[in-house]
């Protein structure tokens, strides 16, 4: 029971497939009470209510682009909690260009700047309205969900590859300000290619998930993986851990090639 006593929130679980769902599970196993949140149409098209039940958790619907909605969601889970509490996972992404199947060489530049809100410029947005409602107690943790294409070339992400380039820059830069505020750790954690509704709406990702299940010695991560990588991150064995693009994939991102792909 790692998280014993600990209290914090999980964006991102649309159905059971989610990252963020199985975070949500592994929270509550090692003791945690959690304040789960999604958009109004996540809501109506996912399964959401099923995991509050199992978690005995509030909803909060928010849309992460907007600081209003943000606001009201911390202040919604302080009060559920009775003060402050001791992590976020921020577990979003979306881009209509992908959902459009529109190649990156024509992009749509109001489809990429929402790409970027959603996927990125939010995650300034949470972490700017806790910092600045004081809402995470010292040594809490921060998590965001990113993807090797933010680092190098991975044809089909299109914006996203972009959009994770800059949530790992608001990482960087947002931590340094938290962790001298009050030792709150920011770090964003690069999962393997996942099937779930998000990594499916990626072109080709059938192939990649194999290709990239060949390359990591381990294989691929997959979302129960991820949760019990999370937990660790909420914990306090990781107080020290802050800034960091965490890679989670069975050893991918050290790889160049080996004899099951040649
Ligand atoms: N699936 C993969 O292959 C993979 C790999 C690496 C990183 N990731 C990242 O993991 C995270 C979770 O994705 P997932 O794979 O679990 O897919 P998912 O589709 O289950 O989750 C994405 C979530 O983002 C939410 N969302 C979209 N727009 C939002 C908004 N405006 N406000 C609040 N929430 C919003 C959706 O409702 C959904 O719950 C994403 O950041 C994704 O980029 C996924």
Not at 77 to 89: C, I, N, S, T
Not at 212 to 239: H, M, Q
Request: charged letters at 20%; proline letters at 2%; hydrophobic letters at 45%.
């Amino acid at each position: 029971m790692i998280l014993k006593g600990k209290k914090g929130i999980i964006f991102g679980a649309l159905n059971e497939k989610s990252i963020a769902w199985k975070a949500a599970q592994a929270a509550v196993r090692e003791g945690a009470q959690i304040v789960l949140t999604n958009t109004a149409m996540a809501l109506r098209f996912g399964t959401i209510d099923a995991l509050a039940k199992e978690c005995e958790a509030p909803v909060i619907v928010a849309d992460a682009t907007s600081v209003a909605d943000l606001e009201a969601l911390v202040d919604g889970a302080m009060e559920h909690f009775g003060g402050k509490f001791d992590f976020v996972l921020h577990s979003v992404g979306m881009s209509p260009n992908i959902r459009k199947n529109i190649p990156y060489e024509k992009i749509n530049y109001d489809f990429m700047s929402k790409t970027f809100d959603i996927s990125a410029i939010s995650f300034h947005k949470l972490l700017r309205v806790l910092y600045e409602k004081d809402a995470l107690n010292a040594e809490g943790s921060v998590l965001a969900l990113t993807y090797i294409a933010a680092d190098r070339a991975v044809s089909g992400y299109s914006d996203m590859a972009d959009a994770k380039a800059l949530l790992q820059s608001v990482t960087r830069n947002f931590g340094t300000i938290y962790g001298r505020y009050n030792g709150v750790r920011v770090n964003t954690i690069s999962q393997s290619p996942t099937m779930t509704s998000a990594g499916e709406g990626i072109a080709g990702m059938d192939k990649m998930f194999e290709y990239a299940d060949k390359l990591s010695p381990l294989g691929n991560a997959d979302a129960e993986d991820c949760a019990d990588y999370i937990v660790t991150l909420f914990s306090d064995y990781t107080r020290k851990v802050t800034m960091q693009n965490l890679y989670h994939d069975g050893g991918f991102s050290s790889m160049v090639c080996t004899p099951e792909i040649l």
